[in-house]
T-cell receptor, first 112, second 113 residues
Framework: DAKTTQPTSMDCAEGRAANLPCNHS???????VYWYRQIHSQGPQYIIH???NNETNEMASLIITEDRKSSTLILPHATLRDTAVYYC?????????????FGQGTELSVKP | EPEVTQTPSHQVTQMGQEVILRCVPI?????FYWYRQILGQKVEFLVS????????KSEIFDDQFSVERPDGSNFTLKIRSTKLEDSAMYFC???????????FGSGTRLTVV
């Protein structure tokens, strides 16, 4: 599976948009970009995923560049409860078992 | 909202003992997974399970580990002879389809002493 690169940590002011970048320059055509987050040792929580089009759901928006080599997760109005580690994961849909390979992620701190 | 339920939340066991970690996936889900996270480290894939058989397993998932779906609702992870280094949070997850985000449980903290 392709590897991803994320900043180790980021801060965001409460109520502002949090924009979390991810580089996946070696992504191949059948690989999706997934975002999960983990709040303080709880189980990871699925946020959103996409292939090449931008996606939006009730939690976040995912913007994927045209060349698919990078993406940005946007939390439009961050709250204190969004403080978590955010993982960007690239996964092939030909992946036999559907496994996710977690990196270190970005530790997002939302501050009042 | 449907949940993946894991029990117990915390288990302490002596080295060399067998443990069974239990999970109840979401009822209409067909794909099941176990992951673990050693304190302060990354979340690591252990095994995926579909159609009553293992789809894929990692190098961590050696002969000491086994999984079972004994009754159509539970999904268990057994560690035959625990070692100190098996101490970790173990997360179960499930999904309805393979190409879909999946739902994780809240985990079982296993402490081997």
């Amino acid at each position: 599976d392709a590897k991803t690169t994320q900043p180790t940590s980021m801060d965001c002011a409460e109520g502002r948009a949090a924009n979390l970048p991810c580089n996946h320059s070696t992504i191949s055509g059948n690989e999706y970009v997934y975002w999960y987050r983990q709040i303080h040792s709880q189980g990871p929580q699925y946020i959103i995923h996409g292939l090449k089009n931008n996606e939006t759901n009730e939690m976040a928006s995912l913007i994927i560049t045209e060349d698919r080599k990078s993406s940005t997760l946007i939390l439009p109005h961050a709250t204190l409860r969004d403080t978590a580690v955010y993982y960007c994961i690239v996964r092939s849909e030909n992946n036999q078992g559907g496994k996710l390979i977690f990196g270190q992620g970005t530790e997002l701190s939302v501050k009042p | 909202e449907p949940e993946v339920t894991q029990t117990p939340s915390h288990q302490v066991t002596q080295m060399g003992q067998e443990v069974i970690l239990r999970c109840v996936p979401i009822s209409n889900h067909l794909y099941f997974y176990w992951y673990r996270q050693i304190l302060g480290q990354k979340v690591e894939f252990l095994v995926s399970f579909y159609n009553n058989e293992i789809s894929e397993k990692s190098e961590i998932f050696d002969d000491q580990f086994s999984v079972e779906r004994p009754d159509g609702s539970n999904f268990t992870l057994k560690i035959r002879s625990t070692k100190l280094e098996d101490s970790a949070m173990y997360f179960c997850a499930s999904s309805e389809r393979r190409a879909q985000g999946y739902t994780f449980g809240s985990g079982t903290r296993l402490t081997v002493v």
